[in-house]
């Protein structure tokens, strides 16, 4: 129940995306553990990965740096790319293993990466993937719109989103992100005792 919860404001959240791509508005900013999105994404999607019969690996850092973000927006991120790194992989022959690989590291930044043993794709869709509505995938099948969400997404987190791929050779995605900001010192702006503390109100109103 509480999966369900979660995944129906995930849900609710996905609308505002599609908002938040057309108009550019501002996302929420808090503390995020990414293991814990990553591990939750995993879980959410390991039924259905498990009947297509795909092993996924897990290589996290442990001890990892938090980044300040969005935390809907980044399991939106993780799941689309694991989505997409599913999909690859269910073409592959009896022959080929169907696996995916998510793997987390920091040094100045915090870095994801998720690569599938898939087909791989050309250096021609490799430069339009992030393109809004560019998808080679059947009609019905996609919008187009996956991927170049989770570049505003990443982008808007200050952070990066490249992809490395070659036909035959399976596809990488890496996303960098910056480690997030101590907080400002307490006594960076001291406030002279003997000056009087007045109240102030502020309203704010949202349609």
Known sequence: LKVIHEQAERAGRIV??????ARKGPAERTPVDLNDVIQRTLQ??????????????????????????????LQQVVLNLVTN?????????ADRPRAITVSTWFDDHVHLRVADTGPGITDAVAQN??????TTKEPGQGT?????????????????ITVESAP????????????????????????????????????????
Do not use: W
């Open 16 to 21: 505002r995306n599609l908002l938040t791509f």
């Open 44 to 73: 959410l999607m390991e039924y259905d990965l498990k009947l297509k019969n795909i092993e996924v690996r897990r290589d996290l850092r442990a001890a990892l740096p938090g980044v300040l973000g969005d935390r809907h927006n």
């Open 85 to 93: 790194a599913a999909q690859a992989v269910a073409e592959n022959r």
């Open 129 to 134: 993937v992030f393109t809004p509505f560019f």
């Open 144 to 160: 187009g719109l996956g991927l170049s969400l989770c570049q505003g997404i990443i982008e808007g987190h200050a952070g990066t």
């Open 168 to 207: 035959g050779r399976g596809t990488t995605f890496r996303i960098e992100l910056p480690v997030k900001s101590p907080p400002a010192a307490a006594a960076a702006a001291p406030v002279a005792a003997a000056q009087p503390v007045r109240q102030k109100s502020i309203l704010v109103v949202d349609d």
